[in-house]
C-alpha cells in the first residue's frame, strides 16, 4: 500500500473481542470498576478472616461497657482504609497513574481545606442544626460530663477515630470508585449511583431510619459536589469527620442509634422524632435534610472551580 494513502492513516481495527474489553482509553471503565471491586473482596476477605481467628485463639472476652468504644472502632477503620488504598494503589499500576490522582494528593493545599471543611462545612453546620433544634424545643444540651484532662483525652481520641472514618468511607465510595464510573457514565450519574449504594450500606447500621438514609445519600451528592469543585476528596473528609466529631464526642447525641463514650455533653430531646432526630441522632431528623441540600447549593454557588481536575477530568464531562 501507498505510505501516504489515507488508508494507511487510519488506526488498526480491533476484533470484536477487543471492543468488549477495550476502548480508546484503553481497558473499559466497567472491567476495571470490576477489578476494583474484587480487590477490595479478596482484600476484606483476608482481614476478615485473620480477625475471626484472633478472635477464635482469645476466647470469650468481657461485655463491653456502654456505647462505641474508640480502640476498636480505630482500628477498624485504619484497616478499612489502607485496604482502600491498597486496592487504589494496585489500580494505579494497570493505569499508569499516580495514586494523588483518585482524590487524595498530598499537596501543600491539602491541609487547609481538610481543616475548612472540617469547620465551616462539618463541625458549624451541625452546630447551627442543633441551635435550630433548641430554639424549636426538639433538643436540649445539657451538662458537661467530662472534665480536666479527661476533656483533652476523648477530644483527641475522637478525632484521630473520625480523621480515618472519613478517610475509609470517603476513599472507598468518592476515590477510585467515582473515577472510574464517572468514566463510564460521566459524573453526576455515577455519583447519584454511589450515593444510593452509600445509603444502601448504612441501612445495615441497627439504629438507622428511612429519614437518616436519606441523609446519607444527601451528604454523598454534597460530597461529590465538593470534589466536582475543588477535584479532590479533602473538603469531603474533613466535613465528613468534623461532623462525627462534633455528633459523637463534642454534642454527644446518637449517631445512627450509637452513643459514643466519653462524649463531652450529655443532651437530651424532646417532641416528635421526626423532628428531633429521636434514637437516631440529628440524622434522623427533616432539619438535616434540609440542611444538606442547602449545604450542597451554597457550595456549588460560593466554589468556582479553577481549572479541570484529574478526578473529574473525563471525556463524558469535556465540552
Known amino acids: 500500500m501507498d505510505p501516504q494513502s489515507p488508508l494507511s492513516s487510519l488506526p488498526p481495527q480491533r476484533s470484536t473481542l477487543q471492543n468488549i474489553f477495550l476502548n480508546e482509553r484503553g481497558l ?15 482484600i476484606f476477605f483476608v482481614i476478615i478472616t ?51 490522582e483518585y482524590g487524595l494528593p498530598l499537596q ?65 465510595f468518592r476515590g477510585y470508585a467515582l473515577h472510574a464510573l464517572a468514566d463510564g457514565i460521566g459524573f453526576w450519574p455515577a455519583a447519584i449511583v454511589l450515593a444510593v449504594l452509600f445509603a444502601w450500606v448504612h441501612a445495615f ?57 466519653g462524649h463531652l455533653l450529655n443532651p437530651h430531646l424532646a417532641g416528635s422524632a421526626w423532628l428531633s432526630g429521636g434514637s437516631v441522632g440529628p440524622e434522623g431528623s427533616v432539619l438535616t435534610l434540609v440542611l444538606l441540600a442547602l449545604m450542597t447549593v451554597l457550595f456549588l454557588a460560593l466554589y468556582r472551580p479553577k481549572k479541570t481536575a484529574e478526578l473529574v477530568e473525563f471525556p463524558n464531562n469535556r465540552p
Open 28 to 42: 473499559r471503565a466497567g472491567w476495571r470498576l470490576g477489578i476494583f471491586v474484587l480487590l477490595l473482596m479478596a
Open 50 to 100: 485473620v480477625v475471626r481467628l484472633l478472635d477464635h485463639l482469645r476466647g470469650p472476652s468481657a461485655a463491653a461497657p456502654d456505647g462505641v468504644a474508640p480502640i476498636g472502632q480505630l482500628i477498624a477503620e485504619v484497616v478499612t482504609f489502607a485496604g482502600v488504598l491498597f486496592a487504589t494503589w494496585v489500580m494505579s499500576l494497570i493505569e499508569h497513574r499516580k495514586v494523588g
Open 108 to 172: 501543600r493545599s491539602s491541609l487547609l481545606t481538610f481543616v475548612r471543611g472540617y469547620i465551616l462545612w462539618g463541625f458549624l453546620p451541625l452546630t447551627g442544626l442543633l441551635l435550630a433544634l433548641r430554639a424549636l424545643h426538639a433538643f436540649y444540651f445539657g451538662n458537661i460530663g467530662l472534665h480536666g484532662l479527661e476533656i483533652v483525652h476523648w477530644a483527641a481520641l475522637w478525632g484521630l477515630v473520625f480523621l480515618f472514618v472519613g478517610l475509609a468511607e470517603e476513599y472507598m
Open 205 to 261: 447500621n441497627a439504629g438507622e431510619n428511612r429519614i437518616g438514609l436519606i441523609g446519607v445519600a444527601l451528604f454523598a451528592i454534597y460530597a461529590s459536589a465538593t470534589i466536582w469543585r475543588t477535584g479532590t476528596l479533602w473538603l469531603a473528609v474533613g466535613a465528613h469527620a468534623g461532623w462525627d466529631w462534633g455528633e459523637s464526642y463534642f454534642f454527644g447525641v446518637s449517631d445512627s442509634g450509637t452513643q459514643a463514650q
